[in-house]
């Protein structure tokens, strides 16, 4: 029997991680060169010429003398916890098919709840940022979501209390594949809010295929074109071809989400949603994650405590 090439893909096992990445000289330099891949370049005035001082891991321009650490400016910034941890906790994150919990991680790296649960919130910030920013194109089915569920007696499907939405898109290929995803929370299904989303998710002269939902025709303001599919609703819905891999997708999803984390703040949803996707976008090069992620972090400002409490923040 053939096995699927993407399922089965080597992936970087925890010894081959631990060679590369096992001490903190090594996460370091991993690190400057994700940062400065052609070389320390002064974050405020752009010259390259610098010294290291010694014993203090920070880097001086020759220039305007400022002194720059490799974690300033990024994700890392004033994190007390050793690179190693960092690292590991990366690992984990993006070698792990259904998510890992912060609880989890807090068993896993020997680290305090507190600290696990802000490191693994600010590696999905990095996640979310780094997707806000790739646009889907070509052929997307779109379709709405909720998390959550109504209250005892409450109102049942959409508008019922205690349900969050979420529009969710699937890009395909021309053999009609799944590409890459994104899931987005909303304020609402209404069409302003469509084509706010489509404006920034979504490339123009892109193709989205959605069911009858008139909020969606929002996304040729976004310069898309728009094909309707009324499907009746009800179980037979789901079985529609044209949106086959969008309702895969929010059942695989949702079903990771309930299996791995015992509950999930409305605030935060975003961050977790975007977990899966960024996975899932990565998913041909397993290997390939760490150091993508690694990159990705170096380009991702500073997260304080503040701003992982609050609502979505940014991206």
């Not at 984990?92 to 693994?120: C, D, F, V």
Request: glycine letters at 10%.
């Amino acid at each position: 029997m053939a096995r699927n090439q993407v399922q089965f893909q080597k992936g970087l096992s925890l010894p081959r991680f631990l060679k590369q990445y096992g001490t903190e000289m090594q996460c370091h330099s991993a690190l400057f060169h994700w940062r400065w891949p052609g070389g320390f370049v002064c974050p405020n005035c752009g010259h390259t010429g610098h010294c290291e001082i010694s014993g203090r891991s920070v880097y001086q321009c020759h220039r305007c003398h400022r002194q720059t650490s490799v974690t300033s400016g990024t994700i890392f910034e004033y994190t007390k916890l050793p690179l190693t941890i960092w690292f590991l906790g990366i690992y984990l994150l993006t070698q792990s098919k259904n998510g890992i919990s912060a609880l989890e991680l807090k068993r896993q790296l020997g680290i305090g709840y507190n600290a696990a649960w802000r490191m693994k919130h600010k590696l999905l910030q990095v996640m979310k940022e780094r997707d806000d920013g790739k646009p889907l194109s070509g052929a997307i089915q779109v379709d709405d979501a909720y998390w959550g569920g109504e209250h005892n007696g409450g109102k049942r499907g959409r508008g019922a209390e205690g349900k969050t939405p979420f529009i969710a898109a699937v890009q395909t290929n021309e053999d009609g594949q799944p590409i890459a995803m994104r899931f987005t929370e909303l304020k609402g299904f209404r069409k302003t809010e469509i084509a706010q989303w489509a404006k920034r998710h979504l490339t123009a002269s892109s193709l989205v295929v959605s069911d009858g939902l008139k909020c969606f025709s929002g996304v040729m303001e976004a310069g898309c074109s728009h094909q309707a599919i009324v499907t009746g609703g009800g179980p037979g819905s789901v079985k529609i071809e044209a949106f086959n891999w969008v309702n895969t997708m929010i059942g695989n999803v949702k079903n990771s989400m309930h299996g791995s984390y015992h509950v999930i703040s409305d605030r935060h949803l975003p961050r977790y949603l975007a977990e899966f996707c960024y996975r899932f976008n990565r998913r041909f090069k397993l290997e390939e994650m760490i150091s993508r992620l690694g990159y990705a972090a170096m380009r991702t400002p500073p997260m304080p405590q503040r701003l992982l409490s609050m609502a979505e923040a940014r991206g």
